[in-house]
């Protein structure tokens, strides 16, 4: 990572929309005990063999590690986005559209990265979206899919652009 800390400006609308979408994505993670029955959690762990019977034998070895890694990732977005998802108790507050900083350091960053493009996983597993072609720009559903994958591009971004000065600091989202 090019920066020591990713520093992530978001709206406090849109902080407290994702981690309701963090909480949707721990609980269908912490409801799972297998991937048998919900193709999102089988998105989620894929078949590691093209034999079946290998490729159930991976996922009876593996899955449950898998999903604990998955639900601590999110509460650590979830930890992030704590103060940042504060938003005011009256709807016309301009505070609601303020932007605020959160700070990201490498293992916050990494479990950003990887709940985004998990949550982005759960989407397209329901939205039907099994290759580019099946992405609808026009589709309004799509709006939140779209949204995830401009976050992590702009993470991605951060961590692969330039060095800040000195080869230290900060990079900003």
Known sequence: ?????????????????L????TQFAELVD?????????????????????????????????????????????????????????????ADPALLENVLIRLDAAAVGSWLRTLAAIRLVLASRLGVEKAD????????????????????GLVRAIDGPAPRGGQGTANV
């Open 31 to 91: 409801g799972a005990v297998t991937s048998d029955g919900d193709p999102a959690i089988r998105r989620l762990a894929p078949d590691a063999y093209d034999d079946p019977a290998a490729a159930r034998e991976f996922r009876e070895l593996t899955e449950s590690d898998l999903l604990d890694r998955r639900r601590d990732d999110a509460a650590a977005v979830l930890a992030s986005l704590a103060d940042a998802a504060e938003i005011p108790d009256d709807p």
């Open 134 to 153: 099946d992405h609808d720009a026009g589709d309004p559903r799509f709006g939140i899919y779209d949204w995830l994958g401009y976050r992590l591009d």
């Open 1 to 17: 990572m090019s920066a020591d800390i990713v520093a992530m400006e978001i709206t406090r609308l849109e902080a407290a929309h």
């Open 19 to 22: 981690a309701g979408l963090v």
